[in-house]
Every structure is written in C-alpha cells, then in structure tokens.
C-alpha cells in the first residue's frame, strides 16, 4: 500500500495510523496528525481502491451503501499491512491509534469491528457503522472518540450513536464530540480529539 512513515522523537508514545477521505492521499492528515501528538511516529495510508480516479479504502455499491464483501477483504489487507509495518520500520504494534476521516474513519472503525487487537484506540471523524448485524471482538482496553456532524448529510446523528453504542456494548470507552456543522472536517473538532487525546494516551 502506498504510505508515507515518519518516524516520531519519542518511542514509547502510540504510532499514528492516518486514513484520509473518499479522494483525498497519504499527505491529507499529516498536519492533523502533528496538532494531535508531534512527538508520536506517523504512519499514513493511501487507499487501495479507485472511485473515478478517487482513492478510497474499499468500494461502496452508492453513498452510503458499502461492498461489504470488499469492506472485509480490504480490512484484512489493511489489517496484514499494519503487521508487516510494525515488522519494517520498528514500531510497537499493539501501541497503535488510529486518526480517520469518513472513508477513512470507516475503514479503522471495520478493523476495531472485526479484530480485538487491530488497534489500541482510534479518532473517528465523521464515521459509520461499517457493518449490521455482527458481534463485535471484546474490545476491553480500547478507547475510541468519535466526531460527528448535527447536519451532516452522509452520517446521520442516528449512525453516529448507534456506532458509539455498538462500541460500548463491545466494552470499548467511546466519547462522541458533535459539532452543529455537516460532514466537514472543523478545526474544533480536531482540537477535541486533541484535548481527548492527551487524556487518555
């Protein structure tokens, strides 16, 4: 997968795993990334998969309607890749967090859906429920902040507390942050991720 990873001034602090929006790259986050920890290690992905020209994490069928065969095959190599990074460039697998954008908060959000290890905790702006009707892994220890939109469109203040509430049920600690805007990425609400951040990790 094509990425980008810089590695940060201190070892101990979690690596960062950026996944950017539907036809956004590997740059996108990378000043978010530096306004969440400037000290941690960043590794930051680009999508493997086209939408007219638009990298994307996985195929989705129409807005808001996800290949969910794709979605389960591209989380696997998702998954698999984040394995073999830890393996290359030497950093500790288990202390990994997550930072997504829609598309990509929606892939990170299907890794904490389908594996109890994948990540240590994840920043979701903007996601959706990746999948129905499936049992989570017990996700005990896991810390996920959730950002989401009053107006937004594409993920309705439904979507976002039925993710919140999947998450808890699976024992995961989940704060939602919402901002009275649409599906955009605020400043404000990048600065709670923050605040959350410094909190917990």
Same mark, same amino acid.
């Given at each position: 997968? &094509?990425?980008?990873?810089? @590695?940060?001034?201190? +070892?101990? &602090?979690?690596?960062?795993?950026?996944?950017?929006?539907? %036809?956004?790259?590997?740059?996108?986050?990378?000043?978010?990334?530096?306004?969440?920890?400037?000290?941690?290690?960043?590794?930051?992905?680009?999508?493997?998969?086209?939408?007219?020209?638009?990298?994307?994490?996985?195929?989705?069928?129409?807005?808001?309607?996800?290949?969910?065969?794709?979605?389960?095959?591209?989380?696997?190599?998702?998954?698999?890749?984040?394995?073999?990074?830890? #393996? @290359?460039?030497?950093?500790?697998?288990?202390?990994?967090?997550?930072?997504?954008? #829609?598309?990509?908060?929606?892939?990170?959000? +299907?890794?904490?859906? $389908?594996?109890?290890?994948?990540?240590?905790?994840?920043?979701?702006?903007?996601?959706? *429920?990746?999948? @129905?009707?499936?049992?989570?892994?017990?996700?005990? %220890?896991?810390? *996920?902040?959730?950002?989401? %939109?009053?107006?937004?469109?594409?993920? +309705?203040?439904?979507?976002?507390?039925?993710?919140?509430?999947?998450?808890? &049920?699976?024992?995961? &600690?989940?704060?939602? $942050?919402?901002?009275?805007? %649409?599906?955009?990425?605020? *400043?404000?609400?990048?600065?709670?991720?923050?605040?959350?951040?410094?909190?917990?990790?």
């Amino acid at each position: 997968m &094509k990425h980008i990873f810089n @590695k940060g001034k201190d +070892s101990t &602090k979690p690596t960062l795993l950026l996944l950017h929006g539907t %036809g956004g790259n590997e740059l996108d986050l990378l000043p978010i990334a530096g306004r969440i920890d400037d000290e941690a290690s960043v590794l930051s992905v680009r999508g493997n998969v086209l939408e007219n020209g638009m990298p994307r994490f996985f195929r989705r069928l129409a807005e808001g309607v996800f290949d969910e065969e794709d979605l389960i095959f591209r989380t696997k190599e998702l998954y698999e890749f984040l394995d073999d990074s830890a #393996s @290359k460039y030497d950093f500790n697998r288990e202390n990994m967090i997550a930072i997504g954008y #829609s598309n990509g908060a929606n892939i990170a959000a +299907s890794l904490l859906f $389908h594996y109890q290890n994948a990540l240590k905790g994840a920043i979701l702006h903007h996601p959706m *429920v990746p999948r @129905k009707g499936i049992v989570l892994p017990d996700l005990s %220890g896991k810390s *996920v902040f959730i950002a989401a %939109g009053k107006n937004d469109p594409i993920c +309705s203040p439904m979507e976002s507390t039925e993710l919140q509430s999947l998450f808890e &049920k699976a024992n995961a &600690k989940v704060e939602i $942050h919402w901002e009275n805007r %649409g599906h955009q990425l605020t *400043v404000d609400e990048v600065e709670a991720a923050a605040h959350w951040y410094r909190r917990v990790f």
